[in-house]
């Protein structure tokens, strides 16, 4: 079965080829990655044309190889002690005010590389004054220990992503357990009420709006207040069909239906992915506490 045709409302972005460019060659100076890179993000051009990224801890290499994702897949390198402190050195050379931290999945490292993050985030607060902080974790196999030293660390805004409906978790997410991420939700969330929990789901892997509106309703209940929806896009070479392109007025349904419910925050379009706009949406939710 070919590939569904690619409507006119998903039209590929302009990038600013000298603004990529300086930003990559930054970033090799460093001799770090980030997940723009490696999943192949439609929004690279954007945000490194604004100086913004999400820094790609623990290597480019996951231990996991989930049918959706660009992120190359085998046996990682060992972790780079000095990572932590290029980060924040990078943070630095950016003048960045909020650092988005994520993880391929690391199931070789007896504590998933929780304790690595936990580097990253002291060496990014130390060299970056008044920086805020926001994390993207893997689920760390449930390890509630593991979850636990990085909100002990008090990122301002706590991210892990269910990415999809539990009904397609076996074909899109085999080795994750839907439960078991709504648990770290809810951990976070329960921990300390200050730090933003977040997460984020793609569409178009064969569900449908009620299945999304159930989950949904299960992040609310788990105390997530932000909330990301994007288009799932196939990967160049990888990855499975997409299935069905949802429309402009179907992620504006989402996005409502998210305010009705209760979310401080819904980012919702065909674009949007899990740190596009990261910054915006932390100042938006601590503009609504205040």
């Given amino acids: 079965m070919p590939d569904m045709k690619i409507p006119d409302w998903i039209k590929e972005k302009r990038v600013d080829a000298a603004s ?25 051009g954007e945000c490194f044309g604004a100086g913004t990224a999400t820094f790609l801890v623990m290597g ?14 085998g046996t990682p390198s060992p972790l780079d002690p000095e990572e932590p402190q290029r980060i924040a050195r990078a943070a630095a ?26 580097q990253t985030i002291d060496e990014v607060r130390t060299g970056n004054p008044g920086c805020t902080v926001e994390v993207l974790v893997p689920d760390f196999r ?20 269910v990415e999809t409906v539990p009904q397609l978790y076996p074909l899109v997410r085999h080795k994750a357990v839907y439960s078991a991420s709504l648990e770290i939700l809810s951990l976070a969330n329960q921990f300390d009420r200050s730090i933003i929990t977040k997460s984020g789901l ?3 892997l064969g569900e449908n709006m ?35 392109y949802y429309t402009p007025s179907e992620f504006k349904e989402l996005e409502n239906f998210g305010y009705g419910f209760g979310f401080a925050h819904v ?12 910054s915006r949406a932390l100042r938006k939710i601590e503009e609504t506490q205040r």
């Fill in 267 to 278: 980012n919702s379009g065909a674009f949007v992915r899990s740190s596009f706009h990261a």
């Fill in 93 to 118: 050379d950016l003048n960045l005010k909020h650092v988005v931290i994520t993880s391929v999945t690391r199931d070789d490292l007896a504590d998933g590389g929780a304790s690595h993050f936990v």
């Fill in 20 to 44: 990529l460019a300086a930003m990559k060659s930054l970033l090799r100076s460093h001799r770090l990655h980030t997940v723009c890179e490696e999943a192949k993000c439609p929004n690279i």
């Fill in 142 to 161: 449930g390890d509630k220990k593991a979850i636990i030293r990085i909100l002990e660390a008090n990122p301002q805004v706590f991210n892990h992503n």
């Fill in 202 to 204: 793609m569409v178009g």
């Fill in 210 to 244: 009620r299945h999304v509106k159930d989950v949904m309703i299960d992040l609310r209940a788990c105390g997530v207040s932000a909330l990301t929806i994007g288009q799932y896009l196939r990967p160049p070479g990888k990855g499975l069909k997409v299935r069905k």
């Fill in 60 to 73: 480019d290499v996951c231990t996991r190889d989930c049918s959706f994702c660009g992120v190359r897949h």
